[in-house]
């Protein structure tokens, strides 16, 4: 058991590690958010990672987002991440998509093949599409409500996105999934109110929450790919 996740084994068992390994896991957005959650996966051995987003590192992200370093501006932030991943975990299988995921490029994707999908984007049209897609296709997903304007980090909860309050993300999304029937969603969310930002066109952002709300997410992502394994092992 002396190897890079030998910590992680003596709480999950090397069957919990073995299923990790061999999870798909999909991160749509690589962001603040979404760069925390693809750190912690790698760190927790699963073994393939896709990850999707279209930015470039600029100056603006050095305060937040982790793949974020002078080293790397100007770089798409899914080529900084599979070099990271890679680097953590060689053994890992990265797929890294420059593309943002909207409806006009949903098709380029199939999600039965994932075994866990990671809402991390911003856009509402796209969160409603990748939700829609993922659920057609019977494949867990977890989605990140609002980060920006927020301060609290320990303000934040797993919920369903209908027992969700105060977050304004939550509130269009919980209106536009039930018109499209959508019956559950999980979801990390803050129900901290929105702090004004002194720049009202752009939402503010402090180091330490968004990457908590990334981690949360991860959290999740794990926790149900293990428990989905032991549900496995009982039918067995």
Known sequence: MCDQFARMELLVGAEGMERLAHA?????????????????????GVGMLDIIDHDKVDMTNLNRQIFALHSTLGKYKVDVAKARILDINPKAEVHAWKLFYLPETADQFDFTQYDYVVDAIDTVTGKLMLIEQAQAAGTPVISAMGAGNKTDPTAFQVADIYETSVCPLAKVMRKELKKRGIEKLKVVYSKEQPVSSRDKGTPGSLSFVPSAAGLILAGEVVKDLLQAQIACLDDH
């Open 24 to 44: 798909h896991v999909a991160v749509f957005g690589v962001g603040g958010v979404g760069g925390y959650v693809v750190e912690a996966l790698a760190r927790s």
